[in-house]
């Protein structure tokens, strides 16, 4: 149950269970074809980029590719959610300055797209705290391990793990920041 106003959950809840698998770099290839499928499907996309854990060559990931597209507007849903859907994926969530979208219930999670606004917070957090982590290869091996650890704590509760790995984050962004 949704407990935060802020944050509107659309359509079904899916309960796949949580399962991390070693690094494929048949991700990166993953992203291309999809970053081409998005391009035709959204105009407003001003950038598409592979962020999440298959982003980073080395960490072990849920197999689930994780794509940030940025556009200038996102309240102006009508700009990209037509498209967006077009590729296979529904509106899952909204919050303010971000969506999220999925496959629908019952079909594989290979991707999610998240949409934020070109140089917003949320954009920046996700590009700084994966490329930390490419360069950055202890706090890579650490985070792996404790995703490891916690999917499996957590491994029926996505919402319990991500909480979970919140601290984690945190704390790397903020060391991203101060890192020359």
């Known amino acids: 149950?949704?407990?935060?106003?802020?944050?509107?959950?659309?359509?079904?809840?899916?309960a796949d269970p949580i399962g991390i698998v070693?690094?494929?770099?048949?991700?990166?290839?993953?992203?291309?074809?999809w970053r081409v499928?998005?391009?035709r499907a959204v105009p407003a996309a001003v950038r598409i980029d592979h962020v999440g854990s298959t982003a980073v060559p080395g960490l072990p990931a849920k197999p689930t590719i994780d794509i940030q597209v940025s556009v200038v507007d996102v309240e102006d849903e009508s700009v990209?959610?037509?498209?967006?859907?077009?590729?296979?994926?529904v509106?899952?969530?909204?919050?303010?300055?971000?969506?999220?979208?999925?496959p629908p219930a019952g079909e594989?999670?290979?991707v999610q797209i998240h949409v934020c606004g070109i140089e917003s917070d949320w954009e920046a957090d996700h590009?700084?705290?994966?490329?930390?982590?490419?360069?950055?290869?202890?706090?890579?091996?650490?985070?792996?391990?404790?995703?490891?650890?916690?999917?499996?704590?957590?491994?029926?509760?996505?919402?319990?793990?991500?909480?979970?790995?919140?601290?984690?984050?945190?704390?790397?962004l903020d060391k991203a920041h101060r890192s020359p």
């Open 37 to 39: 499928r998005l391009l």
């Open 80 to 89: 990209y959610v037509p498209g967006i859907e077009s590729t296979g994926v």
């Open 127 to 172: 590009l700084l705290f994966r490329d930390y982590l490419r360069g950055h290869p202890e706090d890579r091996d650490a985070y792996a391990t404790l995703k490891l650890e916690l999917a499996e704590q957590h491994r029926d509760d996505r919402l319990a793990y991500t909480d979970a790995k919140t601290q984690f984050i945190l704390t790397t």
């Open 91 to 102: 509106l899952r969530m909204r919050e303010p300055g971000h969506r999220y979208f999925r």
């Open 1 to 14: 149950m949704n407990e935060n106003p802020r944050i509107e959950l659309l359509g079904e809840s899916g």
């Open 108 to 110: 594989p999670r290979v």
């Open 22 to 33: 070693a690094y494929d770099p048949a991700w990166r290839a993953g992203f291309v074809e």
